[in-house]
């Protein structure tokens, strides 16, 4: 499969000479969706819009092609895994087993036990309400995920970066994270050149999405709050 992974211009430029990503590792203050690996989008357009949302966060004003450019990059990955070392998410009958698994440990958190044990020893002490992650790396860390799966894919709502779906009518926009565990199955990494009419496509496909984030004007992105 195909993977982009958006990142700023500097790291970007490491990764592709190393020729290695650096897996990303949860802590209490940053837990990682789907736990510690390198991520992915499957859809080079979520990189983008990962990219806007970052720049936005140094208070930029406005969004540029050449400014994206200049602090930004997508890079673009081949991914390989056989299916059966994949944990696939968006399979119902895994993502439902997931659910029974993770109920199951916060019950038996209430009365102690490894899973209470080790969320407190790793800093996570509210057991009661923790995201996916911190247990998908208790269940690849401590209950051997590790030696089976080799990533894991899930689908987030494409709409605001949270579980679920976004649903117009019949249609629905979602958005596929690949988390690799294992560096082996990255198979290449190059840079993704994004010209202007790239840039023109993706800013209006963001500020539809985002209409009281961001509006596109004359060629940049105006960041509205």
Same mark, same amino acid.
């Given at each position: ?15 592709? &000479?190393?020729? &290695? ?8 203050? !940053?837990?990682?969706?789907?736990? /510690? ?12 819009? #990962? ?34 070392? %994949? ?16 109920? /199951?440990?916060?019950? !038996? ?10 969320? *407190? ?5 509210? #057991? ?5 992650? %911190? ?22 709502? @494409? ?32 840079? %993704?050149?994004?010209?202007?009419? /790239? ?12 209409? *009281? ?5 004359? @060629?940049?992105? %105006?960041?509205?709050?």
């Amino acid at each position: 499969m195909t993977g982009y992974h958006g990142t700023t211009f500097d790291k970007a430029e490491i990764i592709v &000479e190393d020729n &290695e990503f650096k897996p990303s590792v949860s802590n209490p203050q !940053r837990i990682h969706w789907l736990g /510690d690996g390198v991520y992915f989008f499957q859809e080079e357009f979520f990189s983008f819009w #990962w990219g806007a949302n970052e720049l936005k966060r140094l208070g930029l004003q406005s969004i540029t092609h050449d400014l994206f450019k200049e602090r930004w990059s997508i890079l673009e990955s081949q991914i390989s895994a056989d299916g059966e070392r %994949v944990f696939n998410l968006q399979d119902p009958i895994t993502f439902y087993e997931f659910k029974a698994i993770q109920s /199951d440990l916060i019950s !038996r958190a209430k009365s102690g036990g490894e899973f209470y044990k080790w969320i *407190r020893e790793n800093g996570f002490h509210n #057991w009661k309400q923790f995201p996916d992650g %911190v247990l998908l790396n208790f269940l690849f860390n401590e209950c051997g995920f590790k030696d089976d799966f080799d990533m894991i894919v899930a689908d987030f709502d @494409g709409l605001n970066g949270a579980a679920g779906k976004v649903n117009y009518g019949a249609c629905r926009v979602n958005q596929v994270q690949i988390c690799v565990k294992r560096n082996e199955c990255i198979d290449s990494i190059k840079a %993704v050149f994004i010209n202007e009419n /790239d840039f023109d496509r993706k800013s209006r496909a963001l500020c539809s999405m985002h209409n *009281r984030k961001y509006k596109y004007i004359e @060629g940049e992105i %105006v960041i509205l709050h």
